[in-house]
Structure formats: structure tokens, C-alpha cells
């Protein structure tokens, strides 16, 4: 089978797409992409044969290496250079826009004059201001410098009793359309302005001489505005210090309003970073690719995929000497999810009945079931608009025919027919209901008689409803509606998480990944060049960009080498570790643990069968079993049933209970970890008296534990076998516990003696040996066997574990393990032990799963400690507040190994969204460095401090480093403070120095290798840096992609260094430590090799992404129980748990994570070292 092997394979397998890759004296599997599958087998001499990608029997294909580590070569960016000609008089205005009502005879006979208004303050929605029945007029704009009244088209307004039009969250779609009408007007006037319907706005050359100037319009014929316009920099473009600051705003602004004007796309709500393309060009970009969003369609009637675009402006350089700076627009695609434009909110098919996609069971029915209500209310309140439709019955219409007998049939339909837009769900007073879940629920008066819905419409209006047990929704004072007249107006889905929307997402993604992405946005970026008015727009600022995309040098860098047990060094492959065969570096012991069963009885594999491979996968990597499980049945608990709140809470009660009773009421011997009255945590053997009462023998074969005859002192022996040994001997191992016989006790110089009774008689009188329950860690662990990996459940573990018990927990999905048999399930174990290993960290083992053999040994040796924080933010909701939630995660000498903690605070002011309130901050850190000194025990502070902060907006990173680094320095010498008593001689104003770093994964870069040979799997290799091309303050900025992509695109993440005092060479003792660009690349890189919860390198470093994970898991704790947002709505909501979250939320100063935080009011000075202080591993 030799020769032309494609066109054999092709006739042979029909739509298989193949490369014939010939090769001379190889053999190799069979390689190419499939349409429909193809076989893929051995081929022969010289011609390689041809496998079929996805399709059955798929051949193997061939490995690709990529560009070699530490090598360099280029990548294309989604960077298009923007030229423009200098000196150009571009102005800038703040904008203002004040709503306006009728000029009333009995208000004075002059309105409040402009002068008087001050800065837009309001907070009120736009979206709020009702729609007077103002005369049809044309909206010619007239300009008056400041009006004694507000006059427009002759007729007389004054403002309205509110604020003026809020900006709180940057434009939304009211300030866009008040604002395009100006832009428009003005235009007829040969003026040109542009704005994203912010409080920014630009033209390519003054619009009016004066430095103010009021505009009045009529948005849609009738709803009447003033626009105020401030001159605030002029000269843009001309030579000036910050000129690059007002640059860049005013090409944002002028891109945006071409893309959003002159190429009609479609912004939604507050959001003019994503833009939605037109139908058309919608069908023009999925040519070929058209069946990715079929299987969606078919599914859902309500949503449509959409294509869209994300625009920013970026300076950067080529790197060369005395190069200037560059700007480059960066246009990236995005998919979101929009409404379908007149689709009926009530899907009225009788086999398959939806509301707002959600499926219902009959239409003739009401909804009674209360997971299924709040699945529709959640539903219901993701559709921001709606419009009520519907046509009165023929009784009204012949009343109208009588009225006006010369009326055509069609105006008298027109008359008939009741059309309302833009409506939203809401409430008109605190009673009301948002929802009835039949229209015979709402009763009220109507001529002198009360009557439901269904007959009110009936009776006033001739309709017959079709669906009357089916909701009505409240719409603020116009009442409520029956479901089945509402309809979706145009908007984009919020939260688009859902299966069949992440398929979707991630189905589009594939088809468009790495070089094909890149080809897919300058199609995109082709259609603004076919749109005139676009083009006309970029020519009157002076402005032109490129049709190409920029190409940029980019390096590999060298992934570090990772030991395991016995000296064992394995190298990344493109950012993954396999873990099969190795043993950990420093394994943890497994002192103790329970199970919690909450699958169905009878299916497979049970919980004892994976317990039972998991426990040989933990032993082979080393960890160890200690205090001996015989019986799998005595630490495991089957769940109560249902998976709600409360039976998953007893059954975590009981499984803690059943831990203790085996391993410490049952037996007398245990070997744990204990905390004691100074805070600090010790592993030691715990035996139980007679009483009930337990004692821990501390180490030291010097220490006596009881008074023995004659009032000698003496200490405890253990006899095993025929030999009595001390406790600590070499040969009492602790996972040999159960076979101890006897227990007695030896006098100094003496043979052992037993005794039964020296436990309740004998025991000395010392505080450091009688226990409380709190200072004892049993169990250690608690693992879950869940059904599903959904994730109520898995998120009501987590809030439990946390919170109330302080116990880290390990979930297992029985789903999973029915797909992985074998190998697969071996290796499933394997990942399984990685995360338990990571979260059984603690002082007294110093457990690691792998170490890094080389780059990171100088930033942390010993010597000179550092302190690297990672924090992050999430935001929410709490019992109605707006609330921010920050959490910090702090490594210690392994990075591998955390110490987190998380703080929660109300926060209803918009403007500090994104910042973070510097007291919470500063409080944060400083648990942070101490759980870090304590954890060290170290000999003085930290020299030097590396923190990573999660995003940031851009134009946010002046305030950023102002307020935030501020209060990073207050947290490090509060702890400083706090530690320093343990130190002999310290200088308390020691400051350490910073480096400050913001990492960026929401920007809108995408790149991909210029070259297809330095690609793997059509990406940029793991460990791809693009630096030394940013320009102003960010030249020390650096794209890093740590992660091998094995589909999609890999997309880099943006670190913008704000601060870096362990650059200066003034700073340091030597010049080996200065921490230069290139070495912090390379730590930054090589910290992603220490994530505990997966066997290779994430995207965002470990540090920031535990951070992230436990701040959206303690706003979960409320966010998805108080407030129902449930996603599948599984749980059941009930007092009990607003209770326990209420309770555990905020208690004083005592942290919401005590379990797993440093501060504990019962240990000497407030603090402890705790178990387990690693908690999202």
C-alpha cells in the first residue's frame, strides 16, 4: 500500500481530511484531523498512513515538540498598529445628562438655572425615567450656553425631581441612545463628537468656542434631555507629559463608537467592553462552521448564539533601541448568548413546555413544586427586558368601530392591540410578589366586585386566557401580566454557565483555536474596513489601522525539574506531570479519617471499592496509614437519602462522631497531631483514661508521665509483643498503634511494670498533658462519595467542612469513577492522593508531593526568608447588601504548601468595586505574615515580600498602587509587631522590600506561533514569554503562558509590575539577589509547578487561584443558600440554614475559617499554628 496514499484513503473513507506525511525508512500510526473518522493503521516503506481525528478507531497522531526550552521565536498577536498623525486638536468633554418633565404652570415661571447643577451624581437607573406624551416635534438640537429654562423645539422644560442620569456603572443603554442622538444631530450640523454613552466624549476638533455648553434633545420624539458638555483637555496629541494617558482614551472612545455606530454592533446593558455582530456578518464568520451551534438550537428556543467583539487600546514597542511608542488595537472574539428578539417568554408546546427555557411539566396545571418555582424565578430574572403583547377581544373592538365608524379595520386593530416595552420584573411595594404562580391567585376590585386576573381580562378587556394556571408576572405599578403576553426584547444572558451553553462555548472555541483564532478576528477586524461610515469616522481623527496583525519575538522558557521520593527527577511535558509510579517527596500521614456515602444503594463501584483502591494508591506514593482501619464499615456513614442541607450536615456530624468513637473512645492508644495551650501544634501519642478524659505522652524518654510507688516519677511503656518499648522508641512505628498489648510504666533505672489502673490514679497533676477536645485533630480528613459532580451539593460541603467543623474534605464522583476502569481509575486515585497529600500539609510533616530541583532555591533560602501573598476578590450579595469578599493565600518554603485566610465585608459603594478596603486588606496580610512566621519559626522578619494581586481594571493601577501597597506595608509590620517579642534584637521599623505585581486574566490578548512548526496542538508551548515590548511604565510587563492548551486557544496571562524594590541594586546586599526582569519571569513561571489540587502548571499561579477559589466558595456559603441561586435548584432552602450561615458569617474578630486560620482566642496570645492550614487544594 505504497503511493498515492491520500487519494486512497479518501476514496476509501469518504469526508476523512488527512496529511500524507512520507517519511524514508519510518513507520509510523496514521495522522490527520477527521470529518467523519478514519482508521488510522501501520503503514509501509515510505508511506505514512492516514489516521481519522476524532472519528472511531482514530490514529495515533504524532507528537508535536514545539520550539525547545529556552529557545526564541515569534508569535503573531491580536494587535492591529493604529497610526495616527501627530499634533492632531483632539478635544475631551465630561459629560452630564439631566433628565428633563414638562415646564408646569403652577412651578415658578423660570426654571433652575444650569450654573446651578453640579457633577452627575445620581444613582438612579436611566432605565427609570418614565415616558411622558410629549409633542410629536422634530428633536432639532438647540444650544443655549445657560438658560434661565430649558427650552427644545420651543417648548418649555424644567428638571425632574431626581438626579441626574447616573454613570455609577459607566454607560448603559439609556445613556448610549440619549447620547447617539446628540452625536447625530450634531452630525446634520457638520459636527462630529463620539462617546461609548460614558461621561467621556470626543471630537476631532472643538465643537464650541466656550468651556461649557448645555444641548437639549427629544430621545424618540418626545422624551426630553439636557446635555452638558465640559471642554476638559484640549491639544491631544500635541507634546505633553501625559500625553499618552489621553491618547489612548481617545482612541477607545473613537474605536468604540465606530464599531458600535458606523459597523452596527450591538453593546448590552453597562457593558461596552463585548460587542455583538449583526446577523449577517454573523453567518459571513461561520462559514463552514455553521453546525458548532446546531445541537444548541435544536435544544433551546429562547437563546442564539452570537458571535462578538472585544476592543482595547495597547502601547507597546518593538523592542529596539530608541524605539518609540506604538499603539495597537487589540480586537479579540468572545460568544455570548442573547435573547431572541420577540420570542414568547411561555414556550406553548405541549410536549415539551418551557418558561424562559426552563422545562415545566403541564400547561394545565399550576407550578406547585418549590425547587421548580425557584428554578423559574431564577429563570425570570436573568431576562432583564421584556415587551407585553396582546390584542383585545372582538366586544372592544366593536366599541372602537362604534366611536369612529370611518376607521379601516387595520386602525382599528392597531387601536386594539396593548404593546408596552422595555418592561422589567419588579416590584411596586414591599408586600407584593414578584411571581403568582396563576393568574387566580391575584385578587383585587374591579366594578364594585372582586376579580382574579383571569376574569378581570375577561371581563375588561374580552380575552380568554389560554393558560390560566400558568404565572403572572408583577411589572411595577402597570400590575401584573400573564406569562403568556410577555415577550423577550434584546439583551445578553448573564452567567451563561449552563452544560449546554458551555459545550457550546467551548465546541466554538475549538474550531477557532490558535492560529485559526487569529484568522477568524482579522475577518472581524475586515468587516469595520467594509462599513463607510466607519471609515469616514476613522479619517476625520486622523486615524488609520493596520490590516495585518503585529508579530512579536517571544521566548520558551525552561520548566524547572521536579523531584520526587527516592531522588527521582521527572521533567514537564508542556506543563503536565505524571504522577503514576512516583513517590511523594515528603508524603503526609494519615492519621485518621472518615467516609460519607451519598449514592444510590446497589450501584457501582461502591464506596468501599474506592476507598479500597484510593487507600493502596495513598500507600504507594508513600503517605502513610496510621492507626490501623480494619474495617472499611467502621469509619464510613451512609447519607440519610435526600441531599439537602440538613441530612448532609448530620451525616458530616456523624462521620466526624464515628471517627472519634473508633479512634479515640474505642481505642486507648492514638497518634495524632494536638495543639497545644501555646499555639503551637506537635504530633505525639494521645491515650484515654477510664474517665474518659485524654492524656497526651509527651516525647523525651526523660519526661515522666505518672507518679509511680513511693512516689517516684515515671513514665509510660508500651509492651509489643514480648517487649515493653517507650512510646517514641524506633521501633514503634505509629501506624502499628493497634498492636500495642499492654500499657505500664518504668521508674528511672527500673524494669517495667504494668498497670491497669495508673490511668485515672496516677496521672501527674501537669497542664500540658490533659487535652480538650478542640486541641485534639481527629479526623483528618473526611472524603464524600457524591452521585454527580454537581455542585449544590459539592458547595454545601465545602460550607459545612469549613465553617463549622474545620475539617478539610476530599469529594469522589461515583460518575467518574464508572468511566475510569483500570489504569484510568489508578490514576484517578493518583490526582486524588496528589490533592489529599497537599491538604494534610501541617507544621509537624512538611509534606510535599514534589519538589523544585532548581530556579526557585535562592528566592527562598533559608537566610534571607520571603514572603510571597496572593490575593483575590469575589463579589456579591449578602442577605441583600452588596459585599465584597477578599481572600489571601501565603506560601511557605515549598510553594507548594498554604496557609489561607478570608475576610468579608459590606461594601455598597460602586466606585470601590474593585478595589479593596485597605483596613480589610491590611488585616489580611498581617494573618497572613504570621501564619507565615509561626509556620517557619523564623529567626527574624521577612527579608523581601512578593505579592500577587488578581486583576485590575485598566486605568485602576495608579489607586491600586496608592491604597493597596500601602496597606500591604501596614499588614507586614503589624505582624512584624506581633512576632517581634520572640526575637532577641529586631529593629521594629524594618521594612522589607516589595514587589508588587497585578496579574491580568481578563484582558483581551490572544496569540498563537507565527510558525506552525513552533506550535503545540496549534498553540504557544507551555512556558511562552513575551516580554520587553510594553511601553511607559508598564516596560516591565511580561504576557506568560503557563499552561500547555490542549484545545481552545492557550491565552497568555498579563503581568503588569507596578512595583519592584527588589529590582534596585541599592537595596540588596548582593547583586545575585537583585530580582531582574528575567528572574521574575522565570520564578513567576516555575511557582505554577506548585499547585496542590493537579498534576501540572494552571493558567493563573497557584497562589492567586487557591485565593480565588476560597474567596467564590465563602460567598457560595451565603450567595447560593439565602439567596437560592442554586442552578439546578437540588437543594431545599429552610430556616436552619439562613441560621447557620447567619450565625458562622461574622463573629468579632474570630476568623469565618477558624479550623484552618492562625487565630484562636483559646491558645496564649490569640494565635495558634494550625492543622491543616492548606484549605482549596
Known amino acids: ?119 452627575s451624581t445620581g444613582t438612579k437607573d436611566p432605565g427609570d425615567v418614565k415616558e411622558e406624551n410629549f409633542a410629536d416635534d422634530s428633536a432639532n438640537v438647540e444650544s443655549q450656553p445657560a438658560p434661565a429654562s430649558f427650552f427644545i423645539d420651543g417648548n418649555k422644560y424644567m428638571k425632574k425631581d431626581r438626579d441626574t442620569l447616573a454613570f455609577a456603572g459607566g454607560s448603559n443603554e439609556r445613556t448610549r441612545e440619549v447620547l447617539n442622538t446628540l452625536c447625530n444631530k450634531l452630525l446634520e450640523e457638520g459636527k462630529t463628537l463620539t462617546t461609548t454613552g460614558g461621561t467621556i466624549g470626543v471630537s476631532p476638533e472643538p465643537i464650541f468656542e466656550e468651556r461649557e455648553k448645555g444641548y437639549g434633545i427629544l430621545v424618540n420624539k418626545k422624551i426630553p434631555f439636557w446635555i452638558i458638555l465640559r471642554r476638559t483637555v484640549e491639544d491631544i496629541g500635541a507634546t505633553r507629559e501625559d500625553n499618552d494617558k489621553y491618547i489612548i482614551q481617545c482612541m477607545d472612545t473613537c474605536l468604540k463608537h465606530c ?76 460568544l455570548g448568548f442573547l435573547y431572541k428578539v420577540g420570542a414568547p417568554l411561555l414556550t406553548s408546546n405541549n410536549r415539551d413546555p418551557k418558561i424562559a427555557g426552563v422545562p415545566i411539566r403541564r400547561l394545565n396545571e399550576p407550578i406547585k413544586d ?132 458551555t459545550e457550546t462555548a467551548l465546541s466554538y472555541h475549538d474550531n477557532f483555536s490558535g492560529s485559526e483564532r487569529i484568522d477568524h478576528i482579522k475577518k472581524i477586524r475586515e468587516d469595520v474596513d467594509r462599513m463607510k461610515i466607519s471609515q469616514n469616522l476613522l479619517l476625520e481623527f486622523a486615524l488609520k489601522i493596520e490590516r495585518t496583525n503585529a508579530v512579536f519575538q ?112 474505642r481505642s486507648r492508644l492514638f497518634f495524632t497531631n494536638i495543639v497545644r495551650k501555646d499555639g503551637e501544634v506537635r504530633k505525639c501519642w494521645v491515650v484515654r483514661a477510664e474517665s474518659g478524659c485524654h492524656y497526651c505522652i509527651p516525647p523525651g524518654e526523660s519526661l515522666p508521665t505518672h507518679d509511680g510507688p513511693n512516689g517516684a516519677k515515671a513514665r509510660i511503656q508500651f509492651k509489643k509483643g ?123 510533616n512538611n509534606v510535599v508531593t514534589w519538589r523544585v530541583r532548581n530556579g526557585l532555591d535562592w528566592f527562598f533560602a533559608q537566610e534571607a526568608p520571603t514572603l510571597v501573598i496572593g490575593y483575590a476578590m469575589s463579589y456579591g450579595f449578602w442577605d441583600g447588601k452588596p459585599t465584597t469578599v477578599v481572600a489571601g493565600s501565603v506560601c511557605f518554603r515549598d510553594p507548594m504548601q498554604l496557609a489561607q485566610e478570608v475576610k468579608v465585608y459590606f461594601d455598597g459603594d460602586s466606585k470601590d468595586k474593585g478595589f479593596v478596603n485597605p483596613t480589610i486588606l491590611a488585616d489580611l496580610v498581617e494573618t497572613l505574615a504570621i501564619s507565615f512566621m509561626v509556620q517557619h519559626s523564623c529567626e527574624g522578619p521577612p527579608r523581601r515580600v512578593l505579592v500577587y494581586r488578581d486583576g485590575g481594571a485598566d486605568g485602576s493601577f495608579d489607586r491600586i498602587k496608592r491604597e493597596e501597597l500601602t496597606s500591604i506595608r501596614n499588614g507586614i509590620g503589624k505582624a512584624i509587631k506581633v512576632a517581634c517579642n520572640n526575637w532577641a534584637e529586631m529593629d521594629v521599623v524594618y521594612e522589607p522590600n516589595i514587589t508588587f505585581v497585578v496579574a491580568q486574566s481578563n484582558h483581551n490578548i490572544v496569540q498563537a506561533p507565527a510558525e506552525r512548526a513552533d506550535s503545540i496542538n496549534n498553540n504557544v508551548p507551555s512556558g511562552t514569554v513575551v516580554s520587553n515590548i510594553f511601553a511607559g511604565d508598564y516596560a516591565f510587563d511580561f504576557l506568560l503562558t503557563s499552561q500547555g492548551g490542549l484545545k481552545g486557544t492557550s491565552k497568555p496571562l498579563y503581568f503588569k509590575v507596578l512595583v519592584n524594590e527588589n529590582g534596585k541594586r541599592s537595596d540588596c546586599n548582593d547583586d545575585s539577589e537583585i530580582l531582574t526582569q528575567e528572574k521574575l519571569e522565570n520564578l513567576t513561571y516555575q511557582l505554577g509547578f506548585q499547585y496542590g489540587k493537579a498534576t501540572k502548571a494552571p493558567r493563573k499561579l497557584p497562589v492567586l487561584l487557591c485565593s480565588e477559589l476560597l474567596a467564590e466558595r465563602v460567598l457560595k456559603y451565603q450567595y447560593e443558600y439565602i439567596d437560592c441561586v442554586l442552578g439546578e435548584g437540588r437543594l431545599e432552602i429552610d430556616e436552619e440554614t439562613k441560621e447557620f450561615v447567619k450565625s458562622h458569617s461574622f463573629n468579632g474578630s474570630k476568623s469565618l475559617i477558624s479550623g484552618h486560620s492562625c487565630i484562636d482566642d483559646r491558645c496564649e496570645g490569640s494565635w495558634r499554628v494550625p492543622f491543616n492550614p492548606t484549605i482549596t487544594a
Open 1 to 119: 500500500k505504497e503511493g498515492n496514499v491520500e487519494l486512497n484513503m479518501q476514496a476509501h473513507y469518504g469526508n476523512t481530511r488527512g496529511n500524507d506525511r512520507r517519511r524514508d525508512g519510518e513507520r509510523e500510526r496514521g495522522f490527520g484531523y477527521g470529518g467523519g473518522g478514519g482508521r488510522g493503521y501501520e503503514g509501509r516503506g515510505y508511506g505514512a498512513r492516514i489516521g481519522g481525528g476524532r472519528g472511531r478507531g482514530g490514529g495515533r497522531r504524532e507528537k508535536e515538540r514545539g520550539v525547545d526550552e529556552g529557545k526564541y521565536f515569534h508569535v503573531q498577536l491580536n494587535l492591529f498598529k493604529i497610526t495616527h498623525e501627530p499634533g492632531k486638536n483632539w478635544c475631551m468633554y465630561d459629560i452630564e445628562i439631566l433628565p428633563l418633565c414638562k415646564f408646569r404652570t403652577a412651578d415658578t415661571d423660570s426654571a433652575t438655572p444650569l450654573s446651578a447643577y453640579g457633577p
Open 259 to 334: 464599531v458600535a455606530s458606523g459597523a452596527n454592533w450591538t453593546a448590552f446593558g453597562d457593558d461596552t467592553t463585548n460587542f455583538y455582530l449583526p446577523e449577517d456578518q454573523q453567518k459571513h464568520l461561520l462559514e463552514g462552521h455553521g453546525r458548532i451551534f446546531r445541537n444548541f438550537r435544536q435544544g433551546c428556543d429562547h437563546l442564539e448564539p452570537a458571535v462578538g467583539a472585544s476592543t482595547a487600546i495597547k502601547t507597546c514597542h518593538d523592542g529596539s533601541t530608541g524605539s518609540s511608542t506604538e499603539y495597537y488595537l487589540a480586537l479579540s472574539n468572545c
Open 370 to 501: 418549590p425547587n421548580l418555582q425557584n428554578q423559574v424565578m431564577i429563570a425570570l430574572k436573568k431576562v432583564k427586558k421584556f415587551s407585553v403583547k396582546y390584542e383585545k377581544g372582538e366586544i372592544v373592538k366593536r366599541e372602537l368601530q362604534i366611536q369612529n365608524p370611518d376607521q379601516s379595520e387595520e386602525d382599528i386593530n392597531k387601536r386594539a392591540t396593548f404593546f408596552k416595552e422595555g418592561l422589567k420584573m419588579r416590584k411596586k411595594g414591599d408586600e407584593a410578589e414578584l411571581i403568582k404562580w396563576s393568574a387566580r391567585d391575584e385578587v383585587f376590585e374591579f366594578n364594585g366586585k372582586e376579580v382574579n386576573v383571569q376574569e378581570y381580562f375577561q371581563q375588561r378587556h374580552g380575552i380568554t386566557l389560554r393558560y390560566p394556571d400558568m404565572p403572572i408576572i408583577l411589572c411595577g405599578r402597570l400590575g401584573y401580566f400573564p406569562i403568556e403576553f410577555l415577550y423577550q426584547e434584546a439583551d445578553r444572558l448573564r452567567n451563561a454557565n449552563e452544560k449546554a451553553m
Open 554 to 665: 517571544a521566548r520558551r522558557l525552561r520548566a524547572p525539574d521536579l523531584l520526587f521520593g527516592n531522588n527521582v527527577s521527572v521533567h514537564p511535558d508542556n506543563g503536565s506531570i505524571n504522577l503514576a509510579g512516583k513517590g511523594f517527596a515528603q508524603p503526609a500521614d494519615l492519621t485518621s479519617y472518615a467516609a460519607v456515602d451519598l449514592t444510590m444503594p446497589g450501584r457501582s463501584p461502591s464506596i468501599s471499592d474506592i476507598l479500597s483502591t484510593l487507600c493502596n494508591e495513598l500507600k504507594n506514593h508513600g503517605i502513610s496509614m496510621q492507626n490501623h482501619v480494619g474495617n472499611l464499615s467502621d469509619v464510613i456513614i451512609r447519607g440519610a437519602g435526600s441531599n439537602n442541607f440538613e441530612t448532609i450536615r448530620s451525616s458530616f456530624r456523624a462521620a466526624v462522631d464515628k471517627a472519634k468513637d473508633f479512634h479515640l473512645e
Open 722 to 844: 514480648d517487649t515493653w518499648l517507650d512510646p517514641y522508641s524506633p521501633e514503634m512505628a505509629p501506624e502499628e498503634g493497634h498492636l500495642v498489648e499492654k500499657f505500664g510504666y518504668k521508674n528511672p533505672n527500673s524494669t517495667p511494670h504494668f498497670s491497669d489502673v495508673f490511668f485515672d490514679t496516677a496521672l501527674l497533676p501537669r497542664p500540658d498533658l490533659i487535652l480538650g477536645s478542640w486541641q485534639i485533630q481527629c479526623p483528618s480528613i473526611v472524603f464524600f462519595y457524591l452521585p454527580d459532580d454537581s455542585k449544590d451539593v459539592y458547595n454545601c460541603i465545602k460550607m459545612i467542612g469549613d465553617i463549622e467543623f474545620g475539617i478539610n474534605t476530599q469529594c469522589m464522583v461515583q460518575q467518574k469513577c464508572q468511566k475510569n476502569r483500570g489504569s484510568r481509575m489508578t490514576q484517578y486515585c493518583s490526582n486524588i492522593a496528589h490533592k489529599v497529600n497537599s491538604k494534610l500539609f501541617s507544621k509537624t
